[in-house]
Nanobody
Framework: QVQVVETGGGLVQPGGSLRLSCASS????????MGWYRQAPGKQRELVAV???????AYVDSVKGRFTILRDFPKNMVYLQKTSLKPEDTAVYYC??????????????WGQGTQVTVSS
């Protein structure tokens, strides 16, 4: 009933830029927050950036100044603009949507992930 789909991943050179998009859909009454997580090989999944319904955002220290999270909650979407990419940014990026569902409960939903590879 609630779906989350990421797009925009791929191969990019170090120093390059990329924009990830995340679309949530289905039985959603409102969005509390949407965020991006990533998981690199051999590492735990970590929060990259999150933005809430009030527009407040937060980032992991390693991406501050390079990544920007943007929201368009009327469209149930969130974006991650990524610049000055480093090989260390290589990971599977997952979108998470924390929503009030159409049946009135707060739940989180995950996308399937999109691979970002930063390499020359």
């Amino acid at each position: 009933q609630v779906q989350v789909v990421e797009t925009g991943g791929g191969l990019v050179q170090p120093g390059g830029s990329l924009r990830l998009s995340c679309a949530s859909s289905g039985s959603i009454s409102s969005i509390n927050a949407m965020g991006w997580y990533r998981q690199a090989p051999g590492k735990q999944r970590e929060l990259v950036a999150v933005i809430d319904s009030g527009g407040s955002s937060a980032y992991v220290d390693s991406v501050k100044g390079r990544f920007t999270i943007l929201r368009d909650f009327p469209k149930n979407m969130v974006y991650l603009q990524k610049t000055s990419l480093k090989p260390e940014d290589t990971a599977v990026y997952y979108c998470n949507a924390r929503v009030i569902t159409g049946w009135g409960v707060a739940e989180s939903y995950w996308g399937q992930g999109t691979q970002v590879t930063v390499s020359s």
